[in-house]
């Protein structure tokens, strides 16, 4: 069994800033994947869970005519904030009321598909916003819902979180880049607090300068946009690796090793996997059998 993962102070203040603003879902996601479930569980401990934080608070009759007669005057973002409820709360409840604009929203077009995607990580989400018309909220919105994620602050750039969740990778491993191996970071004041943001293109040069140190094969297609045509062949390449450590057999001095690394001297199974040039997974399972063979004998 996994071990549970400790929430940061800066995941709590995040938490804390976006509960009425994200759905339990994206907080997660938003968070290195944590599940909807593991967020809650923090939105109560935190004692976070109040009338104005409460997801599914009952609509009143008093709001759904303030919805009505606004529908057509106000955008589903500015309802949202008159009203005090998350943004797809209105979209949900304009259908539940079976409610028409007289003037339809304006859809999304390809060109301007084409234009946030080119754009995406170079360019903040405030100025793209500006060039389309259109919100903020209604770009990452959109990005979202064209499978586009990575967390990207209102400068474009992310933070240590951010980049350790899109890599998947612990954000200590983060750290250590910066640190050993002078991957470029600068330091941002946002809301009195300080955090080290990574620009997206000067990763990208890092990243080809370092290619041992991620394993590409866990990181989704086109993550961090715009990605080098190198990503690819790098990330077939650590498949196939992870492919042959985890099929090659082990032998009788390769198990010795093992059991002595985990039982005697006391290193990890990822220690040991990085040592023997096996995955932290095929480790686990070799100690489980080697466990099992020895209760038997």
Known sequence: MSKSKFWTEEEDHFLKENLCKMTLEAIGHHLGGRSKESVNKRVIRLKLR???TRQRKS???EEDLFL???LNNMKNVEIAERLGRPVNSIATRIKVLKLQRKNPLRRWTAEEDDYMIQRYGKQPISFIAKKLKRTPGAVEGRLNRLGIYGGRSNNGDLTT???AAELKVD???VYNWIQKYDMPCYEAVIKTRIFTMIEVQPFWKWAEENKE???WSRVS???LIPEPEWVQQQRHCNFMN????ENRNWTAEEDARLWQMYYSKGYTQKQIGEIMGRSARGVQRRLERLRRAKKVS
């Open 242 to 245: 992870h492919l042959q450590k």
């Open 221 to 223: 297609n086109n993550t």
């Open 50 to 52: 109040t009338e104005k």
């Open 68 to 70: 009505a007669e606004n």
């Open 161 to 163: 979180y951010d980049l």
């Open 59 to 61: 609509w009143c009759k």
């Open 213 to 215: 140190r991620i394993n």
């Open 171 to 173: 954000v200590h491993t």
